[in-house]
């Protein structure tokens, strides 16, 4: 009996073992993209009312739980239906994140020629649109996880992309609420007689924010390469990181500017 016990605690603690390993190397594989989650989630947070910043942080992290549920249930059950589609389904979302990022550079290259009229949109609206887009990203990150887990065992990989996306989810919205009360702790230092740190610290949220869109933009190109290498088995340059680069701003262009043209024929069709 008591040996029977330590059998099955051994075999517990080696389970989870794998599944801890699992998680490392799926955590890292995703870094990438949850920066661009991060950056994302920031900007919309940004410029919301003091008070309401953390509570609206709060129900957008509870959307990315449900959004990481959800996504795990539709990867899992692909991955038991047809796992070859799994490969073909990351492609896709390689090709969107590439686009995103391209179309993010052409904005800002290109944004004195138009002036966009932006629309002041609720608190409500801006959370609807957090969840919405962190539910892609959710995807993206879940996918890319399942990628990396290697393992036959159906309950080890609910456990480690349940750990992924418990801890990304985490880490982005806890980032996410971190940064977005810099100028309000600079605020506080200053009434509190540290001016000069304080106003520092509110001149510095611009910058950090700047920052932090670069960082998505480039996460976004990173993960879309690295995509791209992996599931054409491409060795082109033998430092990974600026071929994924590479052929992330190469897809972003070309389905940027096949998507342009597809649009203009469209238009053109119908009139």
């Known amino acids: 009996m008591a040996s029977n016990l330590l059998i099955l605690l051994d075999d517990i603690a080696a389970t989870l073992d794998d599944v801890a390993v699992m998680t490392k190397v799926s955590l890292k594989k995703t870094s990438a993209l949850m920066s661009d989650d991060l950056a994302v989630n920031a900007g919309v947070i940004h410029g919301v009312k003091p008070t309401r910043e953390l509570p609206l942080v709060g129900k957008i992290f509870a959307g990315s739980l449900v959004n990481k549920v959800l996504g795990i249930a539709i990867i899992i059950g692909l991955n038991i239906l ?38 002041t949109l609720t608190e409500r609206e801006k959370m609807i649109g957090a969840i919405k887009t962190d539910f892609i990203l959710s995807i993206e990150i879940i996918m890319i996880a399942n990628g990396s887990i290697i393992t036959d065992s159906l309950f080890q990989r609910l456990l480690a992309l349940s750990s992924v996306g418990i801890i990304a989810s985490i880490i982005i919205y806890g980032l996410v609420a971190f940064i977005i009360k810099i100028d309000d702790f600079g605020m506080y230092l200053v009434e509190k007689g540290y001016k000069s740190s ?23 190109f990173l993960v879309a390469g690295g995509i791209f290498t992996h599931t054409f088995h491409l060795d082109i340059i033998s430092i990974t990181l600026i071929q994924d680069l590479l052929l992330g701003i190469m897809g972003g262009f070309v389905t940027f500017l ?14």
């Open 82 to 119: 047809y796992p070859p589609i799994l490969k073909w389904l990351l492609f896709l979302g390689g090709l969107y994140l590439a686009y995103e990022g391209f179309h993010k550079v052409h904005e800002k290259i290109f944004k004195h020629k138009k002036v966009i009229k932006k629309k």
């Open 198 to 220: 304080g106003v520092m610290l509110i001149n510095s949220m611009p910058k950090i924010m700047k920052l932090l869109g670069i960082v998505g933009t480039v996460a976004m």
């Open 258 to 271: 096949s998507l342009g043209l597809f649009i203009r024929l469209s238009r053109s069709t119908s009139n």
